[in-house]
């Protein structure tokens, strides 16, 4: 008797499934800000979307200025070869400059920051110059060796006036606020936070803090993509819990659908007869995609709702996280105002060797370590979707694309930092490199 093959590996149907990058494609191709424009002080726009243009309505440094304190003086009445002495006229400080005229033959006193006297274009380092008193007047002695126009920060040297210092669609980092702010401006218009809805679902779902039912699990995934929406820029509120009816979830959406830009749900996304996002997706609105060639988070779905987007994420907590970084993050990103983010993939040494079955493409947890002083990649021991501490103690992301069979020892492969998706760094694992060191 023949038996039939059970489907032993969830994975098979990959062949029919979406390839990735047709899911990028789409997800893509249906994107647009859709958030509207708001004057947001400075200060506040740290972290936000910009939406127009930054132009310097100034030149910056506004005028010739002193990098250091000390004598600022006219080189073409200095000796290079020999030193020159000045008779001291004046006190020249930030914010307060010197007034009148210099004659020729003088210095002035100058702080860092204050503007050089016209006439006048070098500055001589104080502990370099020997100051006499005679009679009632002031001489330094600048010694020789000093290059024209030493110590002196140029006017505009850093940005010229009407130069474009910040494009739309960038978030702003806080450098990038300095630079605003350094041109006077006191607000910049930027996009309206984008709003999503986080909703968690499953019966078995109890909030942490609740006391603990057998057979429960506790939502993990809503705390977590509240943390990973916020380090995109978006504002996440969490919605609770759905349980698994077709009712609860299908008037959940219907609702949240008019007040969200975004809905973000986890769990209830495959086949299973509890699992209803999907239908509940097509009985509402439009599904767009559903079942990605991808390890973790094959049966993440996108469709809408009128104008709301809805992504749903399966339940596994690390399909949540890999499936928000590849596919929503940069979806979430496009969406609040932002050009679409592609993380650098560094090309690592892999310090281990693995199968891995072709025509789908894998998302593997990895820790960087350090090898005979070289960076190499170590993978993540277990391979479970529902491994939280893989996450924890991960560094980053391996990428591997559809046609790898395998990855062997020294292989280079895409190795991508969380820090590359805002979210910081494992401290631990810089003090292990730390600790290994290049020794
Ligand atoms: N017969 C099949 N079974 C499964 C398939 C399949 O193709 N055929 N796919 C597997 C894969 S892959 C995934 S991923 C999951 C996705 O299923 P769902 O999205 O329907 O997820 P759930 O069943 O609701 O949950 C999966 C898992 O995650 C736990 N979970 C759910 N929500 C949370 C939460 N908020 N915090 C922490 N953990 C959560 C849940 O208890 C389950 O253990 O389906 C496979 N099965
Ligand atoms: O791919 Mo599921 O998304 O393994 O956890």
Redesign the pocket.
């Known amino acids: 008797m023949t038996q039939a093959k059970l489907i032993d590996d969830?994975f098979v149907l990959d062949k029919d499934r979406l390839p990735h990058h047709e899911a990028i494609e789409i997800l893509k191709s249906r994107v647009r800000p859709v958030t509207g424009t708001e004057s947001v002080s400075v200060a506040e726009a740290n972290g936000r979307f910009l939406a127009e243009a930054v132009v310097s309505p100034r030149a910056i440094p506004g005028h010739d200025n002193a990098a250091v304190d000390g004598y600022a003086f006219a080189s073409r009445e200095y000796d290079p070869k020999a030193g020159t002495d000045f008779d001291i006229v004046g006190e020249a400080m930030a914010g307060h400059p010197f007034q009148g005229s210099v004659p020729q033959g003088a210095a002035v006193r100058i702080f860092t920051g204050a503007v050089i006297p016209a006439g006048l274009d070098t500055v001589a380092m104080q502990e370099d110059v020997q100051v006499s008193a005679r009679e009632s007047s002031r001489r330094a002695h600048v010694p020789a060796g000093l290059k024209a126009g030493a110590n002196r920060r140029l006017a505009g040297e850093d940005t010229k006036a009407g130069e474009m210092l910040l494009a739309p669609g960038r978030r702003l980092r806080p450098q990038d606020v300095a630079s605003a702010a350094a041109t006077g401006l006191g607000a910049l218009l930027c996009h309206a936070p984008l709003k999503v809805a986080v909703f968690?679902?499953?019966d078995?779902?109890l909030r942490p803090g609740d006391p603990f039912v057998d057979g429960a699990?506790y939502?993990?995934?809503?705390p977590m993509l509240q943390g990973l929406i916020s380090a995109s820029g978006a504002q996440a509120v969490d919605m609770g819990v759905l349980p698994d009816t077709p009712e609860a979830v299908t008037s959940a959406l219907a609702k949240a659908s008019r007040d969200f830009h975004v809905i973000v749900l986890?769990?209830?996304?495959?086949?299973?007869q509890e699992?209803h996002v999907v239908r509940s997706i097509d009985a509402l609105g439009k599904r767009h995609l559903w079942q990605i060639a991808i390890k973790?988070?094959?049966?993440m779905s996108f469709g809408q709702i009128c104008d709301c987007v809805v992504l749903g994420l399966?339940?596994?907590?690390v399909?949540v996280f890999v499936c928000y970084l590849i596919y929503v993050r940069p979806f979430v990103t496009r969406l609040a105002g932002g050009a679409w983010p592609e993380p650098v993939r560094f090309p690592v040494p892999a310090a281990f060797s693995q199968r891995k079955k072709p025509g789908r493409r894998e998302f593997w947890r990895a820790m960087l370590a350090r090898e005979n002083g070289k960076l190499v990649a170590t993978k993540f021991p277990r391979d479970g979707?529902?491994l939280i501490s893989s996450l924890r103690e991960s560094d980053g992301l391996i990428e591997l694309g559809e046609d790898v069979e395998s990855v062997g020892n020294g292989d280079l492969v895409d190795f991508i930092p969380f820090a590359e998706f805002d979210l910081g760094q494992r401290q631990t694992g810089l003090e292990c490199l730390k600790a290994k060191g290049d020794s």
């Open positions: 969830c968690s679902t499953g078995e779902v699990v939502d993990a995934n809503a986890s769990g209830g996304a495959s086949q299973g699992d973790p988070g094959r049966p399966p339940g596994n907590p399909a979707s529902g």
